[in-house]
T-cell receptor, first 114, second 109 residues
Framework: DSGVTQTPKHLITATGQRVTLRCSPR?????VYWYQQSLDQGLQFLIQ???????AKGNILERFSAQQFPDLHSELNLSSLELGDSALYFC?????????????FGPGTRLTVL | DAKTTQPTSMDCAEGRAANLPCNHS???????VYWYRQIHSQGPQYIIH???NNETNEMASLIITEDRKSSTLILPHATLRDTAVYYC??????????FGGGTRLMVKP
């Protein structure tokens, strides 16, 4: 158990819909990262937040957005869903102290778009 | 991030040491070498990381060559539960992780 929690575990929805994925980082971790893993693309970085502020952006579509709240939990919002958005979405957190920058991953949310 | 190259797959006998190589010839001076693994569709699991010196923890050892152009992850006594995809990533501390294809390690009885 990494200490990172993600909800829901599974999500099945239809094309055109909007969903919200939630992530609670490990206690004390200020940094949250979102990754997408699809069969054809592998694990890809989407976006990073540090203490409520966006820090880095990867291959995140404009239809996707994220935020980190004052209690440090984060949400990833996916809208106008397409079949190709079906994937595993992982959240990771990191304490980001000197010498301690390893990321700890949650169990993921499996999104299926029908 | 520096590009890393790993073998696509490896086999190891249960109880033996598993030695997973990684090339990162373009690594810069401040980039760390991180190792993660992913068992089936679970979230990636942090294993170990290092900058210049060899490192050891309860899971594995990391040997980094003196020129830092390559490294080896060593699982000293592989078990069936170590069957996973192992990712070697060279990046700056605090950066996002860029996952390549990794090495699919199969531990066999």
């Amino acid at each position: 158990d990494s200490g990172v929690t993600q909800t829901p575990k599974h999500l099945i929805t239809a094309t055109g819909q909007r969903v919200t994925l939630r992530c609670s980082p490990r206690s004390g971790d200020l940094s949250v990262y979102w990754y997408q893993q699809s069969l054809d693309q592998g694990l890809q970085f989407l976006i990073q937040y540090y203490n409520g502020e966006e820090r880095a952006k990867g291959n995140i579509l404009e239809r996707f957005s994220a935020q980190q709240f004052p209690d440090l939990h984060s949400e990833l919002n996916l809208s106008s869903l397409e079949l190709g958005d079906s994937a595993l979405y992982f959240c990771a957190s990191s304490v980001e102290q000197r010498g301690k920058n390893e990321q700890f991953f949650g169990p993921g949310t499996r999104l299926t778009v029908l | 991030d520096a590009k890393t190259t790993q073998p696509t797959s490896m086999d190891c006998a249960e109880g033996r040491a598993a030695n997973l190589p990684c090339n990162h010839s373009t690594i810069s001076g401040n980039e760390y070498v991180y190792w993660y693994r992913q068992i089936h569709s679970q979230g990636p699991q942090y294993i170990i990381h290092g900058l210049k010196n060899n490192e050891t923890n309860e899971m594995a050892s990391l040997i980094i060559t003196e020129d830092r152009k390559s490294s080896t992850l060593i699982l000293p006594h592989a078990t069936l539960r170590d069957t996973a995809v192992y990712y070697c990533i060279a990046t700056y501390a605090g950066n996002m992780l860029t996952f390549g294809g990794g090495t699919r390690l199969m531990v066999k009885p």
